[in-house]
């Protein structure tokens, strides 16, 4: 498990945005942020757009850090 939740727990500390903010700008239970950050359950492909975008509405740079951080491996490969 856990390649967008090491990602995106690295984000949230790195830009200091709450588990319950994020979950709040997506509109989604605080504990669905918590179970991915502490990667008890993976987000579906569509949910990690969906936490992109919400990261994008209180940081935009803390939402570009995370889709570098998610693909950065698949990049580096290619």
């Known amino acids: 498990m856990g390649k967008a939740g090491k990602a995106l727990k690295q984000v949230l500390e790195d ?4 588990q319950f903010g994020l979950a709040v700008a997506m ?5 669905n942020v918590y179970r991915w950050v502490n990667e008890k359950r993976d ?10 975008r919400a ?23 290619l």
């Open 55 to 77: 990261l994008r509405t209180l940081n935009p740079k803390a939402a570009r850090s995370f889709v570098e951080l998610y693909i950065e491996d698949e990049i580096t490969e």
């Open 27 to 31: 509109d989604v239970e605080r504990n």
């Open 43 to 52: 987000p579906t492909a569509e949910t990690v757009v969906e936490i992109a």
């Open 15 to 18: 830009y200091g945005i709450s």
